[in-house]
Nanobody
Framework: QVQLVESGGGLVQAGGSLRLSCAAS????????MGWFRQAPGKEREFVAG????????IYADSVKGRFTISRDNAKNTVYLQMNSLKPEDTGVYYC???????????????WGQGTQVTVSS
C-alpha cells in the first residue's frame, strides 16, 4: 500500500510558477508509475502528467505541454510537478496518484493523495 501527501499549492498570478510535491510512504515507491491530476469546481478530474517508475517515460495533457514538467526522485520517495507560465484555467485541486502502469485514466489509479489547491489569478 502507498500513502501519498501533496504539498506546494497556493495562490499565484497568471504567468507565475509553482512546484508541487507528492511524498509517498513505504519502501515500494519505485515500483509505481505516478500521475498528477486536477479537478476544477464543477468539472471532472482530468489528467495532467504521468511518469514511469524509472522516470524515463513521461506523458502530458496537451493543455500543459511545454509549461509543466513532471519528475521524480525515487531515493526521496517523491514526485514533483513544476508548473510554469500558469494560466487561470490551471486553477483547481491537484492530486497525485500511484499505479502499476502509466495511464491517463483516473479510474486506473489505485492510490490517491488528498490534493493541494492551486489558484491562478488573472
Amino acid at each position: 500500500q502507498v500513502q501519498l501527501v501533496e504539498s506546494g499549492g497556493g495562490l499565484v498570478q497568471a504567468g507565475g510558477s509553482l512546484r508541487l510535491s507528492c511524498a509517498a510512504s513505504g519502501r515500494t515507491f519505485s515500483s509505481y508509475d505516478m500521475g498528477w491530476f486536477r479537478q476544477a469546481p464543477g468539472k471532472e478530474r482530468e489528467f495532467v502528467a504521468g511518469i514511469s517508475r524509472s522516470g524515463f517515460s513521461t506523458i502530458y495533457a496537451d493543455s500543459v505541454k511545454g509549461r509543466f514538467t513532471i519528475s521524480r526522485d525515487n531515493a526521496k520517495n517523491t514526485v514533483y510537478l513544476q508548473m510554469n507560465s500558469l494560466k487561470p484555467e490551471d486553477t483547481g485541486v491537484y492530486y497525485c496518484a500511484a499505479n502499476k502502469g502509466l495511464h491517463m485514466r483516473a479510474g486506473l489509479y489505485d492510490y490517491w493523495g488528498q490534493g493541494t489547491q492551486v489558484t491562478v489569478s488573472s
